[in-house]
């Protein structure tokens, strides 16, 4: 059964950094989201992409993040300058037409 | 903002009996509505749904229920299994995303 795919799967990055975190959504597939989790907390939406473009974003989802489809088959996130508060699980997502979401096993993003 | 509510963090099941995972939303005009399942270091993987023209769907084990009126749906799995330990979320569609609950960790006892 295809699957999303997401790399890395543990990220370490210091305070400040920029990071990108990378998905592979599953190929026939036209939405494409990122969630991420909080230890302890809900799963929480950040974006949705559509047709080259952001669909809806969250509050969350702020100027320091961004969302790019730079080839037919990559979905990433950036976080331009990170905070410890940004530290948590980023699950990215992506569905076809009618279909629920599919979810990657995510990466986790240590701040520190 | 609390749309998706689910009240109870914990519920610990045995071996064979039915589990009841249940969800309350906020508003009338969510018209589908999922169940996911998390284990630990994966992603949230669907499990079942319904739209709100339906009262109920069953697929094998799992069946959902939709209470319109009261604005809640309940997750039933019989007869439970180890395996069926898990965090499960419920989760309505918007507009352009899927909103979550807390997530009930379910746990089944041999």
């Known amino acids: 059964e295809p699957e999303v795919t997401q790399t890395p799967s543990h990220q370490v990055t210091q305070m400040g950094q920029e990071v990108i975190l990378r998905c592979v959504p599953i190929?026939?597939?036209?939405?494409f989201y990122w969630y991420r989790q909080i230890l302890g907390q809900k799963v929480e939406f950040l974006v949705s992409?559509?047709?080259?473009?952001?669909?809806?974003k969250s509050e969350i989802f702020d100027d320091q993040f961004s969302v790019e489809r730079p080839d037919g088959s990559n979905f990433t996130l950036k976080i331009r300058s990170t905070k410890l508060e940004d530290s948590a699980m980023y699950f990215c997502?992506?569905?076809?037409?009618?279909?629920?979401?599919?979810f990657g096993n995510g990466t986790r993003l240590t701040v520190t | 903002d609390q749309q998706v509510k689910q009240n109870s963090p914990s519920l610990s099941v045995q071996e064979g009996r039915i589990s009841i995972l249940n969800c309350d939303y906020t508003n009338s005009m969510f018209d589908y509505f999922l169940w996911y399942k998390k284990y630990p270091a994966e992603g949230p993987t669907f499990l079942i749904s319904?739209?709100?023209?339906?009262d109920k769907n069953e697929d094998g084990r799992f069946t959902v229920f939709l209470n319109k009126s009261a604005k809640h749906l309940s997750l039933h799995i019989v007869p439970s299994q180890p395996g069926d330990s898990a965090v499960y979320f419920c989760?309505?569609?918007?507009?352009?995303?899927?909103?979550f609950g807390q997530g009930t960790r379910l746990t089944i006892n041999p």
């Open positions: 997502a992506s569905r076809g037409v009618g279909s629920p979401l599919h």
């Open positions: 190929s026939n597939h036209l939405y």
């Open positions: 319904i739209s709100s023209i339906k």
């Open positions: 989760a309505v569609q918007g507009a352009q995303k899927l909103v």
């Open positions: 992409f559509y047709n080259n473009e952001i669909s809806e």
